[in-house]
């Protein structure tokens, strides 16, 4: 059973890195050309940016991380899962509060990996 939730762990962490590439590389896009239609200018803008950029290279980040970790353990290698079990409570308390005051479903894009990485460090030895 510890190797199949290695392996989901590690399926988890590649959801969690190619979100986060989505989320630099395609969502900025997006979301600015709302700003813009809404006349979003100046520092406003400039911190909404900043701060978005920082999120896309958290979630980069998390992702490299916890693949790093999911990988040793899939070689073998003991693992502390601390790390996976706070990113999993991280995400699904997130992604709940986000669907919850939105409503809007594409915050499965936190649930999902969350649940995967629950599954993975917190259910079971």
Do not use: C, N
Not at 47 to 63: D, E, T, V, Y
């Amino acid at each position: 059973m510890s190797k199949a939730r290695d392996v989901v762990g590690a399926i988890a962490a590649v959801l969690i890195l190619l979100s986060g590439a989505a989320h630099v590389l395609l969502g900025w896009k997006v979301v600015s050309g709302e700003l813009q239609a809404a006349h979003v200018q100046g520092h406003l803008l400039l911190g909404l940016r900043i701060g978005w950029h920082f999120g896309g290279l958290a979630m980069l980040l998390l992702g490299i991380i916890l693949l790093t970790l999911f990988a040793a353990r899939l070689r073998g290698e003991r693992r502390p899962l601390l790390p996976a079990a706070a990113v999993a409570i991280g995400y699904l308390a997130f992604g709940g509060w986000a669907l919850a005051i939105s409503g809007d479903p594409f915050f499965a894009v936190f649930i999902v990996p969350g649940a995967l990485l629950a599954v993975a460090s917190l259910f079971g030895s």
